[in-house]
């Protein structure tokens, strides 16, 4: 899907950028973050309209969230039990942002928005933990419209630009700059999966001993 992404965003446009990040706060792990940055890029190049492309994220990340929250409140760790292997999403990881959210209270919806993994298990999290409806809509929105603008912003930015890395640096050296941010965000990814498996090994080390 990844390859193909920046085909479907500049055929179907904005409705793609709403349906991948709200799939995202279902807890299903698709490339909503990618789908923003290219509808920007297009954006920058005349192709899509960025305030559309910020508030078809913004709604997306609201939906999303929506629904993420309900199957958490209905029957998320079921769900997460019997079939989050299949999506990617451990208990390990769900208990990480459990944890996250009980030192951060509802300011976790906003900040964890713009955490890998925690971001897509945001709204389960937050119906899993009880929090009240109406005060996870509000933090979810404003995170929502705070995440799409920031990301917006910086590939709009980098769309105006990339005709000045190629001038500067040739196809070949945007080919490099795309490889060396790629390999940056997997290196974190890799970084914070790391942290949950030690972790997770902590917290059953501690189990035995007690």
Known sequence: MVQSLPQLVAHYGYAVVAVLVGAEGLGL???GETALITGAILAAQGRLWLPMVILASALGVAVGGAGGYWIGRTAGQAVVTRYGRWVGIT???VEHARRFF???GSLAVVVGRFLPVIRILTGVVAGLTDMPFGRFTV??????VLWSVAYGVLGYVF???????EHRFGP???????VLVVAGIATLKWHERR???ARR???STRAGVG
């Open 29 to 31: 792990p698709l490339p």
């Open 91 to 93: 208990p390990a990881a």
């Open 102 to 104: 009980a030192r951060r």
């Open 139 to 144: 933090f979810n929105a404003i995170a929502g």
């Open 159 to 165: 769309g105006r630009n990339l005709s000045r890395f």
């Open 172 to 178: 070949a050296g945007v080919v490099v700059i795309g």
């Open 195 to 197: 942290t949950l498996r």
């Open 201 to 203: 090994e902590t917290g």
